[in-house]
Nanobody
């Protein structure tokens, strides 16, 4: 069955770094957009990083650009989110998500409703 398993969350001080992983199985990993979202209680999921698995093109929200880097290990079918210079406002539950097969991040997905598969989330807490 489809599985996306995030790991790597935790508690850090402002300015610190974390690397999130999203190990996938049960679906074709290549040829789709993978993304990282975050969500606070009572708020809508916010897309922060997107990567085209075939091509490695990446996109970022303004709030994380220059600090977060999305990457992929296609052989292991695992996506990563390197988060540097973390800020207290980055505190959130982080989710990885898989877009539809053959989706391109820039043109075929618009918001969280366009993503087909989701992980269970991993908590990131940044203290000041």
């Amino acid at each position: 069955q489809v599985q996306l398993v995030e790991s790597g969350g935790g508690s850090v001080q402002a300015g610190g770094s974390l690397r999130l992983s999203c190990a996938t199985s049960g679906f074709q990993y290549r040829n789709r957009c993978m993304a990282w979202f975050r969500q606070d209680p009572g708020k809508e999921r916010e897309g922060v990083a997107y990567i085209d698995i075939s091509g490695d093109t990446t996109y970022y929200s303004d709030s994380v650009k220059g600090r977060f880097t999305a990457s992929t290990d296609n052989a292991k079918e695992t996506a990563f989110l390197q988060m540097n210079d973390l800020k207290p406002e980055d505190t959130s539950m982080y989710y990885c998500a898989a877009g539809p097969i053959y989706s391109k991040c820039h043109t075929d997905v618009n918001g969280y409703r366009d993503f087909a598969y989701w992980g269970q989330g991993t908590q990131v807490t940044v203290s000041s």
